[in-house]
């Protein structure tokens, strides 16, 4: 399974960036899909991931200004970005997830950089 993302760049405090991640390979339906990011010097950390089945978790940090969707036709998943905060910089990651004979397998992008100016 390989995940190429796109979409990360430069933004100011209270615009908006929308990354995509489009899977390719052996992929499984109902897998789950997400997103995490690292800022320098931290730890990475979860952003929001989405299930096979459309069950959509955001974490504190961002609720109520980012989005996660997929398209499984496309075996993409986005991240709609909005109302940045300068403490959202960070290379963010899309992660695949996926459990064949009850073994569960990771995959991670390539990651793209977000960085916001205040």
């Known amino acids: 399974v390989q995940l190429q993302a796109s979409g990360g760049g430069l933004a100011q405090a209270g615009g908006s960036l929308r990354l995509s991640c489009a899977a390719s390979?052996?992929?499984?339906?109902?897998?789950?899909m997400g997103w995490y990011r690292q800022a320098p010097g931290k730890q990475r950390e979860l952003v929001a991931k989405?299930?096979?089945?459309?069950?959509?978790n955001h974490v504190d940090a961002v609720k109520g200004r980012f989005t996660i969707s997929r398209d499984n036709a496309k075996n993409t998943v986005y991240l709609q970005m909005s109302s940045l905060k300068p403490e959202d910089t960070a290379v963010y990651y899309c992660?695949?997830?996926?459990?064949?004979?009850?073994?569960?397998?990771?995959?991670w992008g390539q990651g793209t950089l977000v960085t916001v100016s205040s």
């Open positions: 992660n695949l997830a996926q459990s064949w004979n009850g073994r569960w397998s990771n995959y």
């Open positions: 390979g052996s992929i499984i339906r109902f897998n789950d």
């Open positions: 989405i299930t096979g089945l459309g069950s959509i």
